[in-house]
């Protein structure tokens, strides 16, 4: 694993995570997956403490729309046999990325949205105030040219064979872990990332902005670094 050596000059914990969803709208739709990785620094080596991925329960009346079931291959029927309550893994969460924790997510303002919205009906979403945000895919569109989809990024970093853009959580959050390191050893520049969001300036910020983050316009081809602009 790469050292990530300015990360964890600050941050004691890294929790990369994923989720799937019945849709796009954070506000009406649900989390159906929830995945992470939690690493820690162990003498001086960034290391893998937890890995995490459950299906979580649906709302009473709820259910996972076809497409979705045909995108992820999560259906309903697994969902009810094998998902945990939504207040179990609000607290599975909360344990997770507890202290001094950066989070960290590919289009990270997607997930954080539905991540905020379930905590607040089911957990605590004070547990996400002060918590540090990296947006990989923020870092990626600086790089390389579109498209930008994590399954892009995978096959530019020649990744392709070791992980998998499969639309479930649990493959995506291990692709996510690995095009971060692929980063690392790319640029050392992540660090100045962190509470930076780029967004498309021909649609705007989709749905509501995260309060401690910075929202930049983000062009296709970007002739500087976001964190300069």
Known sequence: MARLEKLFEKYDR???????????????DEIIEF?????ERRDGVPVILREYDELVSL?????????????TGITTQAIRERGLSKARVCRDIAEMIRGN?????YNAHFDLS???????????????????????LTVYKDRH????????????????????????AVDDVVATL???????????DLERYVNMFGYNPKYGIEGKPIGSVTYKPQPYHPKAALYEM
């Open 114 to 136: 539905f991540l905020f919205y379930m905590l607040l009906r089911d957990g605590d979403p004070a547990i996400l105030k002060g918590k540090d945000k990296l947006d990989l």
């Open 14 to 28: 890294l929790v990369l995570f994923d989720t799937e969803t019945t849709g796009l709208l954070y506000s009406r």
């Open 101 to 105: 924790t950066l989070l960290l997510a």
């Open 59 to 71: 709302s009473p009346g709820g259910f996972v729309p076809a497409k979705i079931e045909q995108l």
């Open 178 to 188: 690995a095009v971060m390191e692929a980063m690392e050893q790319e640029k050392d």
């Open 35 to 39: 995945a992470a990785i939690v690493v």
């Open 145 to 168: 040219d579109y498209p930008h989809k994590l399954c892009n990024a995978i096959e530019v970093y020649g990744l392709s064979g070791q992980v998998v853009n499969s639309h479930r």
